[in-house]
Structures are given as C-alpha cells and as structure tokens.
C-alpha cells in the first residue's frame, strides 16, 4: 500500500533560524496537503497542493510539491515560538481512494 | 472550534472491555474519517463513511467497526480491548466523499487508555 515517509522526525531550532521538513511518498499522489498540531491539541489542515512543481506561501511558511508528484517540504523563515507543534504531510492518489494516508510527522521545537 | 465534536473526551476501561467512540461532523460535511494516533504510529487512517456508506478502509482491526447514521453522525466500536488499543482516536470531516478528500476538520479526539 501507499506509505508516505516524513522526515525528520525531531528537530530542535533556536527562535529565529529556519525549519525544513520533508515528505516523500512511495506512489505518485493526487494531492498532498499539511497540518499542524499543537502539542495537546488536534491536527489543523495548513494548506493543500494538487499541481505538480507547484510552490505555495503563507507568511514564513513555504509549500513545494515535487514535479513528480512524490514529495514535498514544508519550509518556515525565521522561527517564532509560536511554530512549535508536529507538522505532518498526508497524501492521497493512487489505489488509495478515499484515504489520506498521514507521514509520520516531524516535531519541532523552538528555544526562545 | 473546528465543528466537529467528538465524545467522549477521555475514557479509561479494562481490557477485553468493548467502547464506543461517537463523533458529529461539521454542519453540512457528509464525509467522516476515523484516526488513530498512538505515540509511536502516527496517524493511522481507519475508516472513512460517506453519506451513511463505507468509502474506503485501512489498517482497521477486525475487533473495530464503524457506521454512520442517517443523520450523518459517526460511531466507531472498539471490542475486546487489548493494552496496545490506547491511543488517541480523531474523527475528521470533510464536504467531500470521492477522489480528492478535501481539507481535513478534526475533533479534539478521544483519549482512551485500556488498562
């Protein structure tokens, strides 16, 4: 079946630097979308991206689907301690109808 | 407030104890989802109903079954409950039910913990 693998598991920045997380899937996706959760709390969807080599921003978040529709990252400028949370890539496409099949998601921490 | 509610919040049983987990989508969203989150699995798809229909399943166990009701709420039963069942189990709905799923809203999840 469809596995999507997201890395890094753990990373740990100080207020200010960059944060990059990847996603990659084993099957060609329709779409993959992101969300975060804050610790304690429930996932909330980010941001969905359906075209290949398509690069979408909000604020200091950056997007990126790969032009072979198999991976994306997820990018954030500068920090704030406000980002701190798990940040997971789910994708679907494929034989997986119906599913959004979730990486495993990377937990960031931020030191102020 | 996502507009998905989920209940119980918490819930502590033995095992080989039987649950129900119950969740009310968003208004007007005819698309349920059923996770599991358990520290070392991630988010694990289960089940998805669409207008009162099963769409697609995954990793479910057979001890677990799910339905949505005419009114488009969800319940999802979790039988002969084992230690490793404790986890974090999120509904999720969404106004689409085929192809692309559309944005995710989830509930705050119910906590169970099968002692």
């Known amino acids: 079946g469809q596995q999507v693998m997201q890395i890094p598991q753990y990373q740990h920045v100080q207020e200010g630097e960059d944060f990059t997380t990847y996603c990659n899937s084993s099957t060609t996706l329709s779409n993959i979308q992101w969300y975060k959760q804050r610790p304690g709390g429930h996932p909330v969807f980010l941001i969905q991206?359906?075209?290949?080599?398509e690069v979408k921003k909000q604020k200091r978040l950056t997007f990126q689907f790969g032009e072979a529709k198999k991976n994306s990252s997820l990018h954030i400028t500068a920090t704030q301690t406000t980002d701190v949370g798990t940040y997971f890539c789910?994708?679907?496409?494929?034989?997986?109808?119906?599913?959004?099949?979730f990486g495993q998601g990377t937990i960031l921490t931020v030191h102020p | 407030d996502s507009g998905v509610t989920q209940t119980p919040k918490h819930l502590i049983t033995a095992t080989g104890q039987r649950v129900t987990l119950r969740c009310s989508p968003r208004s007007g969203d005819l698309s349920v989802y059923w996770y599991q989150q358990s520290l070392d699995q991630g988010l694990q798809f289960l089940i998805q109903y669409y207008n009162g229909e099963e769409r697609a399943k995954g990793n479910i166990l057979e001890r677990f079954s799910a339905q949505q009701f005419p009114d488009l709420h969800s319940e999802l039963n979790l039988s002969s409950l084992e230690l490793g069942d404790s986890a974090l189990y999120f509904c999720?709905?969404?106004?689409?039910?085929?192809?692309?799923?559309?944005?995710?809203?989830f509930g705050e999840g119910s906590r169970l913990t099968v002692l």
């Open positions: 789910a994708g679907a496409g494929g034989t997986s109808y119906g599913k959004l099949t």
């Open positions: 999720a709905s969404s106004s689409q039910g085929t192809g692309n799923t559309g944005e995710l809203f």
């Open positions: 991206l359906v075209k290949s080599g």
